[in-house]
């Protein structure tokens, strides 16, 4: 046989062996960017959630119908802590979320809207959508709850480092994944039958052999004239160790985009304070401050405003009152604040009928000298 036969011989069984699908793909796409984005929202949505909202007018809380909308029941189908987490998960995820108020008075949160912007009046928002119903009507920025996280560069940051991140998780995991790979090659001195009925025979057997192996502990396989199956072995080692450090580098990331500390988010005990006051300051304290500065401008009229009516958050406290009993103290036996401030600050409401609690106190050993020397003088006689 000359060469040309030769070449042509070759390349015919090489089409014909390319047509068995001896090389199975089994990789999965591994959702790792959701998996962190999700992991970080729900810290900071399930931290918002239990914050309180109110308005405040001559000091004093007002419980009225808005008051138990924000805090008890936004609407017939969702808890106030579900509708908080929902509104923090679409305002981070999708940089936007459209409140509405309907005709009962209830908060509905809009699963997607259409924004008409304009450069001097209030802009608009048309087939706004909850669940299955959208509205036929057209709703004006005034009347709406529009929170704007305002930080597009945490999505396009994401982006990109997910494009290195999950190209490299990928790779850990397929090596991962080969570490106990079971493998074989397959050797076939000639093949009789190559019409489409006999391929299909011969790839139904391969099949079968694959499984053998793959899902039984024990598997006999009979021998075929011309057909030989041989194990390879897998000296590849890969420690799952580096398949968290991926996810883990790749989490760290997205909890400093959006300002929690890594330290809180691995659940890290040592010095945890710090961590739990900075987490509070850069993180959850803007998102509230946001929510307040619209609830305030979209709710409370401006000359109410003025006059001191107002909207105000109160997140939970990492702290409770006796951690700060100390402070408390000194602060009330210095005349730096009252009772009622200090009850303020801790979450307390304010005592109106305790005249007591309004004044400022200060103990002896705060006054000069010659005033304590006074007051002692005067208590002897």
């Known amino acids: 046989m000359g060469l ?42 399930r931290t918002i959630s239990q914050s309180e909202f109110y308005v405040k007018k001559d000091k004093k809380i007002v419980k009225d119908e808005m008051y138990y909308r ?10 106030a802590s579900h509708f908080w987490q929902t509104v923090v998960h ?3 995820y999708d940089n936007e979320c459209l409140i509405i108020q309907s005709d009962t ?22 087939d706004v959508t909850i669940k299955d119903y959208t509205f036929s009507r057209t709703f004006q ?19 990109g480092l997910y494009a290195d991140y999950g190209e490299l998780f990928g790779r850990i995991i397929e ?29 139904n057997y391969i099949n079968k052999i694959y499984k053998a192996f793959s899902g039984k502990s024990v ?13 390879m072995k897998n000296s590849q080692s890969q420690s799952v160790d580096e398949v968290n450090k991926v996810i883990d580098g790749f989490l760290d990331q997205v909890a400093k985009a959006l300002g929690i500390p890594v330290a809180l988010l691995h659940g890290d005990m040592a010095d945890v304070e710090k961590p ?31 006059a001191g009516k107002k909207m105000e958050t109160k997140r939970v406290s990492y702290s409770n009152m006796f951690d700060l009993a100390a402070a408390v103290d000194k602060l009330r036996s210095s005349g730096v604040a009252n009772g009622n401030e200090l009850r303020e600050e801790l979450g307390l409401e304010m005592v109106e009928d305790d005249p007591m609690l309004d004044k400022y106190v200060i103990t002896k050993n705060y006054q000069e000298s010659s005033e304590a020397l006074k007051g002692g003088e005067k208590d002897e006689t």
């Open 4 to 45: 040309l036969d030769l070449v042509k011989s070759r390349n015919k069984e090489l089409k014909f062996m390319l047509d068995f699908d001896l090389i199975e793909d089994t990789s999965k796409k591994i959702h790792m960017k959701q998996l962190a984005i999700q992991t970080c929202i729900n810290v900071i949505g």
């Open 70 to 79: 924000l805090n008890v029941r936004p609407n017939p189908n969702m808890s």
């Open 90 to 92: 679409k305002l981070i």
């Open 105 to 126: 008075e209830d908060l509905l949160i809009a699963d997607s809207f259409t924004r008409i912007e304009y450069a001097l009046v209030n802009d608009s928002f048309k």
């Open 141 to 159: 920025m005034s009347d709406v709850i529009y929170l704007e996280y305002s930080n597009k560069r945490i999505s396009t940051m994401l982006d």
């Open 175 to 203: 090596f991962q994944k080969r570490k106990n790979q079971i493998r074989g090659v397959v050797d076939i001195e000639a093949v009789n039958d190559k019409t489409e009925k006999g391929q299909e025979k011969l790839q």
């Open 219 to 231: 598997a006999i396989v009979p021998q075929q004239k011309g057909f030989k199956y041989e194990e």
């Open 276 to 306: 739990t006051r900075n987490y509070m300051t850069f993180c959850i304290d803007p998102f509230l401050k946001k929510i307040k500065d619209e609830l305030n401008a979209k709710m409370i009229d401006k000359t109410d405003y003025l």
